[in-house]
């Protein structure tokens, strides 16, 4: 689960919780998100479009509960980062807040706007401008060990998860001896 | 984690895991995955393009080994679900195979192939046209209790975790006393 950071040309800053953050790609790397209709007021989509900048930030356990909160209906002039007590941060001089309590945050540059003529969604693709990470959690290899952090995903609308290892597997090539496990 | 079943117009199975399966809504039902650059042979999506059907299918711990497997680079005429051992079956007469052994597998009909510019990959669109759930784990509600599955999700290329229920929340509602959180 995920926490956009925004804000408007006025400044007025926006956080809004999104399940559907999906990687697109590494080499330009790529991060999409799904925004839903925008028949109602979307100020994530409407900042986003204005300033071509936002953050996505892990939600962890101790932010589920507020992040969760984000999801109510605010008005435009209300900032959400106050509204749930939840803490930002602006980093080497990025445009858009970041939420300051995660051990992972990455700010994007809107990169494509697609729109999903199946059900009127769009899909949001930013390129990646910064990278925050604990590095506590940053193996030498560079694998990051999610499953270590408080970090939390998400199960329909309204279920967190916590996250523990289960395996990690090598560069998998074809093998006949496979065929009898 | 996922992997998906499809077959081609011959009958030859094919069946290959993806990270990057999204929920893009619910009426229409719809779910999408990205496909990587098809500059070298993409069996799944040939089957795609070729039948329009195609199974999703959750990853357990107990299939996390043969399904990471899967993405070693098979030939066209060697099928996953033999070279790594996972069974497969019909279901309902859907024309492509689901995977056996998970409590959790999605058949899907092809909605729409959107190609993204930034980076030559495409979002492959479905609609869900069956649901094969375990009931054991539906709630009186409709929530699916995936914490109590051994259905996995994934980081990076390599690794597969375990998750936990941590918390379910109600829908949220502008509220001022949780600025004072």
Known sequence: ?????TQGQDGQKNLAIFSSVIHMGSNPPLIGFI???TTVDRHTYE??????????????????MKAHQTSARYEKNENEFEE??????????????????????????LEDIIPIEANN?????????????????????????????TIVGGAGLDTYLRTEKHGRYSYAKPDETLKNL
């Open 84 to 109: 749930t007590s939840i803490e930002h941060e602006y980093l080497n001089g990025f445009l858009a807040p970041f939420v300051k309590n995660t051990p992972m945050k990455i700010g994007l540059k």
């Open 35 to 37: 925004q839903r209709p």
């Open 121 to 149: 969604t769009k899909l949001i693709i930013g390129k990646v401008e910064q990278l925050h990470i604990n590095e506590d959690y940053i193996e030498e290899d560079g694998r990051i060990r999610i499953e270590d952090t």
């Open 1 to 5: 689960m995920n926490l956009i950071g």
């Open 47 to 64: 900042n986003i479009i204005s300033t071509s900048y936002y953050t996505i930030n892990a939600v962890t356990e101790d932010l589920s």
